[in-house]
């Protein structure tokens, strides 16, 4: 099918340009064979990476992750980082909010939103804690890892970055996550409230303490500016720190 395509236009493109004089033939016939050629069908990306040495891929994409993860905590840890940005913004646990809408209904809706403040000053206290770790993730990066990341989807490197990191970043935000919430007195009534409903499989167990629920979503919050960061410098390789780095995303789209 494909063959009897390109043999249909070879010939209208002879009819058309016969009389110019302009054809040319042989570029042409170029061109169909490197069409129908078996490494067409394959993956842009690895072609395009062909023509740069594998020290030069893996340091293209340090520079490129170093952007990106440095990008990403500064964009969250300034002040409404979450709070002020819905993609990331921490709600009440699913277990308080049909509470909340009671509340709000008899004017109480103050403590719900101090309560949400809090949480949400307390992701941003605590994600500055990830900027050592992503970038220590980047040094430690195999060729094969780099192979993946620079041939992978659009959040190839952030999936990279949340199994490389995930534990050691839940280690480092809980506790600055809890010295901000002993700040508040809701969030005690609320590790009371869903301590004892654990207790009776009426609250889910990962939401039994408030700063593990924090933390959870301050690293999914995180994660998911990283992916946003992550696809920019892939679709638009220019803007990427570094010209090797710029060079090589580039090749990878064509």
Not at 96 to 125: C, F, P, W
Not at 162 to 174: G, S, V
Request: aromatic share 6%; glycine share 6%.
């Amino acid at each position: 099918m494909l063959r009897s395509l390109i043999a249909f236009v070879l010939v209208c493109c002879l009819a058309l340009n016969a009389s110019a004089g302009t054809f040319d033939l042989n570029a042409l016939k170029a061109k169909l064979n490197d069409l129908t050629r078996p490494s067409a069908a394959g993956s842009k990306s690895s072609s395009g990476l062909d023509r740069f040495s594998t020290s030069e891929q893996i340091e293209s994409l340090r520079q490129a992750l170093t952007q990106g993860a440095k990008t990403s905590v500064s964009t969250l840890a300034r002040k409404d980082g979450f709070l002020g940005n819905p993609r990331v913004r921490i709600p009440l646990p699913e277990n308080l909010q049909k509470a909340d809408r009671v509340m709000r209904k008899i004017g109480l809706g103050r403590y719900s939103d101090e309560l949400v403040t809090s949480m949400n000053r307390a992701a941003e206290a605590a994600v500055p804690e990830a900027k050592n770790l992503l970038i220590g993730a980047i040094r430690k990066m195999t060729v094969t890892d780099a192979k993946n990341i620079l041939t992978g989807g659009d959040d190839a490197a952030t999936r990279y970055f949340r199994k490389n990191t995930e534990p050691e970043l839940t280690a480092r935000f809980t506790p600055i996550v809890s010295r901000s919430m002993k700040k508040v007195r809701l969030a005690e009534a609320y590790d009371r409230f869903a301590g004892k409903g654990a207790e009776f499989g009426l609250v889910d167990k990962r939401n039994a303490r408030l700063e593990d629920y924090i933390t959870r979503k301050a690293m999914d919050g995180l994660f998911l500016i990283m992916a946003e960061q992550e696809k920019k410098i892939r679709d638009h390789p220019l803007q990427a720190t570094g010209e090797l780095a710029k060079k090589i995303f580039a090749a990878i789209r064509q």
